[in-house]
T-cell receptor
Framework: AQSVTQLGSHVSVSEGALVLLRCNYS??????LFWYVQYPNQGLQLLLK??????LVKGINGFEAEFKKSETSFHLTKPSAHMSDAAEYFC???????????FGTGTRLLVSP | DAGITQSPRHKVTETGTPVTLRCHQT?????MYWYRQDPGHGLRLIHY???????DKGEVSDGYSVSRSKTEDFLLTLESATSSQTSVYFC?????????????FGPGTRLLVL
């Protein structure tokens, strides 16, 4: 069965600092990997996804993630945090069959001035 | 934004009562999903649909049923609500089975079972 582990339920950074949110997955087949963002009282919005091809994926709002098969990781990064990045971030994995997503437990990003 | 609406957006009900949540889409997407979101658990799949009248169970389907009589509507029913079903419920849609198909999420329904 597929699973996703997100290390750290809360991550705090200062405005302008590097953002690093960690995601490790378990899958018996090559996975599809996703990062979603959830702002307060809203639904989830896709930040980026990895399907095939280039392992460094760029998404919206300056975020990017790198698929590392050897480390079974798909960490999310942003060079410089903005106050508007404060939200909850979810990593998700699906297999190459029917599109069912398995989500991690989420990481809440706190950005201080 | 994908055209997904959920109703009601907030609901308070009592234990033992039936509750129906509605998801409506205007994208003509084939696949629809119901998730629940709970602290410490992320989102978990309840049921999904791959076409009109075609549905299947997800990870946490006990106590829930679904129906899809039209492409645009996917209903989630709690036959007899329990306090453990207090949660935020999200509907999602996707267009097909292309590799890495994106799921688009609705705004959510916050349900409190007293």
């Amino acid at each position: 069965a597929q699973s996703v582990t997100q290390l750290g339920s809360h991550v705090s950074v200062s405005e302008g600092a590097l953002v690093l949110l960690r995601c490790n997955y378990s899958s018996s087949v090559p996975p599809y990997l996703f990062w979603y963002v959830q702002y307060p009282n809203q639904g989830l919005q896709l930040l980026l996804k990895y399907t095939t091809g280039a392992t460094l994926v760029k998404g919206i709002n300056g975020f990017e993630a790198e698929f590392k098969k050897s480390e079974t990781s798909f960490h999310l990064t942003k060079p410089s945090a903005h106050m508007s990045d404060a939200a909850e971030y979810f990593c998700a994995v699906s297999d190459r069959g029917f599109q069912k997503l398995v989500f991690g437990t989420g990481t809440r990003l706190l950005v201080s001035p | 934004d994908a055209g997904i609406t959920q109703s009601p957006r907030h609901k308070v009900t009592e234990t033992g009562t039936p509750v129906t949540l509605r998801c409506h889409q205007t994208e003509n997407h084939r696949y629809m999903y119901w998730y629940r979101q709970d602290p410490g658990h992320g989102l978990r799949l309840i049921h999904y649909s791959y076409g009109v009248k075609d549905t299947d169970k997800g990870e946490v389907s006990d106590g829930y049923s679904v129906s899809r009589s039209k492409t645009e509507d996917f209903l989630l029913t709690l036959e007899s609500a329990t306090s453990s079903q207090t949660s935020v419920y999200f509907c999602a849609i996707s267009g097909g089975q292309a590799p890495g198909e994106t799921q688009y999420f609705g705004p959510g329904t916050r349900l409190l079972v007293l």
